[in-house]
């Protein structure tokens, strides 16, 4: 969880940053690359965590 909440941090710093400052446009591309991949990985996390399955006493 730190590690989506660090990559989320990250990409609406750099979306910030990009809108803000003029010729940054690449800053923006990069946040919005960043925040897909946060996206991902939580999804990712969620699906595996899902599937596991745990062991049930007889």
Known sequence: MVLFLVLL???ITL????A???????LVSTGVL???A????LLVRSILRSLRR???AF
Do not use: Q
Not at 15 to 18: H, N, P, Y
Not at 20 to 26: F, I
Not at 38 to 41: D, E, L
């Open 9 to 11: 941090s990250s990409a």
């Open 15 to 18: 979306i910030v940053i990009g």
């Open 20 to 26: 803000v400052v003029d010729g940054m446009l690449y």
């Open 34 to 36: 960043v925040l897909v």
């Open 38 to 41: 946060a996206v991902m990985y």
């Open 54 to 56: 745990r062991p049930t």
